[in-house]
């Protein structure tokens, strides 16, 4: 490392005995979000040298996966991965070792070779979020989190976006421990959705139940969906407005008959 990049946050990671300065971003990304427990099993993309992984490993007692396409030296009770994280292969090798449980948390700092040119960066930086996205929708537990490194440029509000659909909770944050002149942000999305529906889906549905608030509610594929505006027996054409946890919201587009 040049020596003008060697800040406190490298002098510290030499004292405490990490293999890596980014891992303050995680411990400070996660003091913040509160993201990592105990009990977590943690998959974490583009992992090498591995100080998110020894935080990892401090965090949670959990099982703890990194991936990498550079070799990671071991770390005692973390399972490594060598390979490319846009590649099926690897994601299909990462749910083998995460088995069907899944994972409690999907972390990414993957980074692309810089070449120096601002938006090819950014765009390679955002085809690598969104492998990692990919992969933390097949492998997430419902309610699990996900962190996510992109470097900022015009297709960055379109990611957040995809972010915010798959997950109730989604924040832009730059930890301190980023370098000030750098182009990175990271992306937190909490409580992974698991709905069978997103918003703005529409579908026709008959009214067959108004809840005690007085809004329609309906099941689809098991998920309840409140309904305003709706009478008892009309059969209606809906549009998801705002998807929770555990139900959603969604308004009236079309009335078919009653
Ligand atoms: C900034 S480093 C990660 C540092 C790590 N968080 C730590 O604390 O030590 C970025 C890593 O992303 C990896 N990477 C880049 N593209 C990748 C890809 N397609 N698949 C897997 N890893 C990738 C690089 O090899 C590099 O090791």
Request: charge should be positive.
């Amino acid at each position: 490392m040049a020596r003008d990049q060697r800040d406190k946050y490298y002098w510290q990671a030499k004292v405490d005995g990490y293999r890596s300065r980014a891992a303050y971003k995680l411990i400070q990304i996660n003091r913040k979000f509160n993201l990592i427990e105990d009990q977590d099993t943690i998959v974490d993309l583009g992992a090498a040298p591995g100080g998110w992984l020894e935080v990892g490993r401090e965090l949670s007692k959990g099982k703890v996966v990194g991936v990498d396409i550079k070799r990671i030296s071991p770390i005692t009770g973390v399972d490594t991965i060598r390979g490319d994280i846009t590649s099926d292969n690897t994601i299909q090798k990462i749910m083998d070792l995460v088995g069907n449980q899944g994972a409690d948390v999907v972390i990414c700092d993957a980074a692309p070779n810089l070449s120096g040119n601002w938006s090819l960066d950014h765009a390679r930086s955002v085809n690598l979020a969104t492998s990692a996205l990919g992969c933390a929708k097949k492998i997430l537990k419902p309610q699990g989190h996900f962190v996510v490194k992109v470097f900022q440029g015009d297709m960055f509000k379109d990611y957040l976006d995809g972010v915010r659909d798959s997950f109730t909770y989604t924040r832009a944050h730059s930890p301190k421990a980023s370098r000030s002149e750098s182009a990175e942000i990271y992306v937190v999305g909490k409580k992974f959705l698991t709905a069978p529906l997103k918003k703005n889906d529409e579908f026709e549905v008959h009214i067959k139940k108004i809840g005690k608030g007085g809004d329609g509610a309906i099941q689809i594929e098991g998920f309840m969906v409140f309904v305003k505006d709706v009478e008892l027996g009309e059969i209606v054409r809906i549009k998801i407005a705002d998807v929770k946890p555990n139900f959603a919201f969604a308004n009236v587009v079309e009335r078919i008959s009653k």
